[in-house]
């Protein structure tokens, strides 16, 4: 099993830019997909960007893309999440999550259902 924990979380204003980390604990690390996703209050939890294994593939939410960057350090067990041009609509709640199956990744996974650990979160706030 791989316990998640993120950080880098904070209120910053509309424009502005955070990056937020993921760091994983165990050596199957590696070998995992890694997502990001998010939940505002009220709302679903959505999905946000994904990586591959090795790092060598992604893929993004329309909603960020452009703006979001998902990149990993396998050396140090950690995912990131890099975020400019913040706009209000992204304040939420961010979770980072290990998707064990590597299908799951090849054909897009962005139910959270499909994803199979997850971290505690940590606050985005984007004021206007």
């Known amino acids: 099993q791989v316990q998640l924990v993120e950080s880098g979380g904070g209120l910053v204003q509309a424009g502005g830019s955070l990056r937020l980390s993921c760091a994983a604990s165990?050596?199957?690390?590696?070998?995992?997909?890694m997502g990001w996703f998010r939940q505002a209050p009220g709302k679903e939890r959505e999905f946000v960007a994904a990586?591959?294994?090795?790092?060598?593939?992604?893929y993004y939410a329309d909603s960020v893309k452009g703006r979001f960057t998902i990149s990993r350090d396998n050396a140090k067990n950690t995912v990131y999440l890099q975020m400019n041009s913040l706009k209000p609509e992204d304040t939420a709640v961010y979770y980072c999550?290990?998707?064990?199956?590597?299908?799951?990744?090849?054909?897009?996974?962005?139910?959270?259902?499909?994803?199979?650990?997850w971290g505690q979160g940590t606050q985005v706030t984007v004021s206007s």
């Open positions: 165990g050596r199957t690390f590696s070998s995992y997909a």
């Open positions: 990586i591959s294994w090795s790092g060598g593939s992604t």
């Open positions: 999550a290990v998707l064990k199956d590597s299908g799951r990744f090849d054909v897009g996974a962005r139910s959270p259902k499909q994803y199979d650990y």
